[in-house]
């Protein structure tokens, strides 16, 4: 089993920035891809980011390109989503997720078997 706990979620004011974190804990980490997505009202859940433990072959959505990155800190088994020049479009609820190591990592919700309890991310204009 893999634990995961997202945090760093809030309100902020379009074109600011914030940084989720997501601690993972359990066995053999190192095996798995690690990826964010989110999930807007009315909407299916889209894939945001993901990279394999070693964060090689990091994808980013076309929508965060260049906005947003994704890293890690394997001492702490926590990955990092930080967000810069936040839109309102990016108002969602943010799911930190491992799945299966492969590369490149997959962008299908499916493909990922653990999940947090996701972490609102609010953008007012």
């Known amino acids: 089993q893999v634990q995961l706990v997202e945090s760093g979620g809030g309100l902020v004011q379009a074109g600011g920035s914030l940084r989720l974190s997501c601690a993972a804990s359990?066995?053999?980490?190192?095996?798995?891809?690690m990826g964010w997505f989110r999930q807007a009202p009315g909407n299916e859940r889209e894939f945001v980011t993901a990279?394999?433990?070693?964060?090689?072959?990091?994808l980013y959505a076309d929508s965060v390109k260049g906005r947003f990155t994704l890293s890690r800190d394997n001492a702490k088994n926590t990955v990092y989503l930080q967000m810069n020049s936040l839109k309102r479009e990016d108002t969602a609820v943010y799911y930190c997720?491992?799945?299966?190591?492969?590369?490149?990592?997959?962008?299908?919700?499916?493909?990922?078997?653990?999940w947090g309890q996701g972490t609102q991310v609010t953008v007012a204009s």
């Open positions: 359990g066995r053999t980490i190192s095996n798995y891809n």
């Open positions: 997720a491992a799945g299966r190591l492969r590369m490149p990592p997959d962008v299908r919700s499916s493909e990922y078997d653990y």
């Open positions: 990279f394999n433990w070693d964060g090689v072959g990091t």
